[in-house]
T-cell receptor, first 116, second 111 residues
Framework: GAVVSQHPSWVICKSGTSVKIECRSLDFQATTMFWYRQFPKQSLMLMATSNEGSKATYEQGVEKDKFLINHASLTLSTLTVTSAHPEDSSFYIC????????????FGDGTRLSIL | SQQGEEDPQALSIQEGENATMNCSYKTSINNLQWYRQNSGRGLVHLILIRSNEREKHSGRLRVTLDTSKKSSSLLITASRAADTASYFCATDARNTGKLIFGQGTTLQVKP
């Protein structure tokens, strides 16, 4: 079945560091990818929709300058948390869908980000 | 913003019993999907039901959809300890292409 690879799975870094997370679709082309954030014991909150070859669409309340998204190819989207601070610590998950309607999204295994 | 409400928030049952989780949503949808998440992991897709479908089965899973009530249910029959996880419904809203998640139900199956 379709697989989405997310890397890294765990990041611990100092406050002020920028962190890049990669999301790759391994066996299908994903014109659209999604980035979610999840706090402990809570649901997934959609942060932004990443569109290949165009600017990402951010959900209300998500700072686009803080969370930079690049979807440079049909198989790769990246999320960069710029100048990360402890409040940015969270579980970040990406998903990808192909162009077909009524098909499930495929999720990466997530990235646990801890900012000290 | 999240549009799905799920109940119960937490469910604890004995192995062999059935588990039922409910989900409600607010807007028109293309489909509704159920996902499972083990602690600290990504999501695993369980089942997708289209807006023109009323019931769907997959192994020990049974999903119903009532678009007039904007609600869905997930039934897990003959539960196993390995079913312990969080379960989320997610709606694929019309005209947006986005997947919006419910708050989730945490299921604990005791051996």
């Amino acid at each position: 079945g379709a697989v989405v690879s997310q890397h890294p799975s765990w990041v611990i870094c100092k406050s002020g560091t920028s962190v890049k997370i990669e999301c790759r679709s391994l066996d299908f082309q994903a014109t659209t990818m999604f980035w979610y954030r999840q706090f402990p014991k809570q649901s997934l909150m959609l942060m932004a929709t990443s569109n290949e070859g165009s600017k990402a669409t951010y959900e209300q309340g998500v700072e686009k300058d803080k969370f930079l998204i690049n979807h440079a190819s049909l198989t790769l989207s990246t999320l960069t948390v710029t100048s990360a601070h402890p409040e940015d610590s969270s579980f970040y998950i990406c998903s990808a869908r192909d162009a077909l309607v009524n098909q499930p999204q495929h999720f990466g295994d997530g990235t646990r980000l801890s900012i000290l | 913003s999240q549009q799905g409400e799920e109940d119960p928030q937490a469910l604890s049952i004995q192995e062999g019993e059935n588990a039922t989780m409910n989900c409600s949503y607010k807007t028109s949808i293309n489909n509704l999907q159920w996902y499972r998440q083990n602690s600290g992991r990504g999501l695993v897709h369980l089942i997708l039901i289209r807006s023109n479908e009323r019931e769907k089965h997959s192994g020990r899973l049974r999903v119903t959809l009532d678009t007039s009530k904007k609600s869905s249910s997930l039934l897990i029959t003959a539960s196993r300890a390995a079913d312990t996880a969080s379960y989320f419904c997610a709606t694929d809203a019309r005209n947006t292409g986005k997947l919006i998640f419910g708050q989730g139900t945490t299921l604990q199956v005791k051996p």
